[in-house]
């Protein structure tokens, strides 16, 4: 019993009397009505869906179409908006940092000036300092000789001259006599006056050593306030710096950034060529191609990067980058007449010096400029000051050979 036997078929179920209506039929149990309403509301759902998806399979409307377009316009005009307010946001950041960039050049030679002053200063110091201490031995001496004069002139004094003369007899010894007083009074005069002199020197060498005392305490202190705000500017041109860091988001705009200011660059040196064209060059000068292959290096460092090396994706150098610390001497390789000295964009503090004939020398990123428009500047002349301005976080030289607008590479020209 309870067993079932393999192969068996199972007998159906009997139903029972709750199973039958009133008339004898069977009833539908709620599990039999249940596929019937599902249907239903399958059938429901479906006419909702099309009744809900019926306006997008309709042919949009003008009214729609136009919809579309404002809204369109507007996230465009949005858009725009933003962009420029970026490129407003990101000249008004370089701005701010050439503004820094300035003034920390205009300190850089205010400290550079202080402190050859300082040396001077000092140096006068020393000098003084040994000259006073020969004074000070030479007016000892003399008052050392003007007392023994003193102890003569006592010891002789004491027989007056009148009583001398009176006693002899002799002429000669009289002349004599009256020798050795001259002598004694002339000697006691001159020592006198060689010590007030000796006294009258030292007491001037002490007046300057004061004057000098004065001034290297002015200039410290002029020292100590400059070195103060190159410290607020620098602190200044970082925030600058990442602020137009923030502002230039991936490497596209970086490069973007890099190609503008190459062509600023080259706007600025066809307008120079064209000012310069009305000047007549140096005939007394040796014209620049002549000194192919024997131009110094403008400062001595190695170079970092040489000429056509990859810069950033497709930006390449256009010069050399030379290695070198901040404040390191930067001095012309030729000849010519400084033709531009400002702060250029993604170069920095930049000098040029057109040397004629189409070639000009640039020299950027410089701390400081020392050489202004206009002057004339020999081979060794110290010109600038290296540093990292333009935006540069490494120090260094940005050095350029151009002819007629043209970079070349200065690896054919500098003797290293």
Do not use: C
């Not at 007449?337 to 920095?348: K, P, Q």
């Amino acid at each position: 019993m309870g067993r079932t036997v393999v192969g068996a078929v199972p007998r159906p179920k009997m139903r029972s009397a709750d199973d039958l209506d009133g008339s004898g039929r069977h009833r539908l149990r709620h599990r039999s009505a249940a596929p019937g309403a599902f249907s239903a509301a399958v059938l429901l759902f479906g006419i909702l869906l099309l009744v809900a998806s019926e306006p997008y399979a309709q042919t949009p409307t003008s009214e729609d179409v136009q919809a579309e377009l404002d809204a369109l316009k507007q996230n465009i005009e949005s858009i725009s908006l933003r962009l420029e307010s970026e490129r407003a946001r990101r000249k008004s950041e370089q701005a701010a940092l050439a503004r820094t960039e300035q003034e920390l050049a205009t300190i850089a030679l205010e400290l550079r000036s202080t402190r050859a002053e300082l040396q001077q200063a000092r140096a006068r110091e020393r000098e003084l300092q040994d000259r006073a201490e020969e004074l000070e031995t030479a007016v000892e001496a003399r008052r050392q000789a003007l007392a023994e004069q003193l102890q003569i002139a006592y010891r002789v004094g004491r027989r007056s001259r009148l009583k001398a003369l009176l006693n002899q007899q002799d002429p000669a010894e009289i002349s004599r006599v009256l020798a050795l007083h001259g002598y004694l009074g002339r000697a006691r005069l001159d020592a006198i006056a060689a010590l007030g002199e000796e006294l009258q020197r030292l007491e001037a060498v002490r007046a300057e050593q004061q004057q000098v005392a004065s001034r290297l305490q002015s200039l410290a202190q002029r020292q100590a306030a400059a070195k103060a705000g190159q410290d607020e500017a620098l602190a200044r041109r970082q925030a600058a710096l990442e602020a137009l860091d923030d502002s230039i988001r991936d490497q596209a705009e970086r490069l973007a950034e890099m190609q503008e200011a190459a062509a600023e660059l080259e706007t600025l040196l066809g307008e120079l060529a064209s000012a310069l064209a009305d000047i007549p060059p140096e005939t007394a000068i040796a014209p620049f191609a002549e000194l192919r292959g024997r131009l110094p290096m403008p400062v001595k460092a190695p170079v970092r990067a040489a000429f056509s090396d990859i810069r950033s994706g497709n930006v390449t150098w256009q010069g050399w980058l030379i290695e070198t610390e901040v404040g390191a001497p930067v001095q012309a390789v030729a000849y010519g007449r400084v033709a531009y000295a400002d702060w250029l964009r993604g170069y920095g503090m930049m000098l040029i010096v057109d040397h004629g004939d189409g070639f000009m020398t640039l020299y950027g990123q410089n701390q400081s400029l020392i050489a202004e428009v206009g002057d004339w500047v020999a081979p060794g002349d110290v010109v600038a000051l290296a540093g990292n301005t333009g935006g540069n976080s490494a120090p260094g030289l940005y050095f350029q050979i151009r002819h007629e607008g043209q970079p070349v590479d200065p690896a054919g020209w500098v003797d290293r």
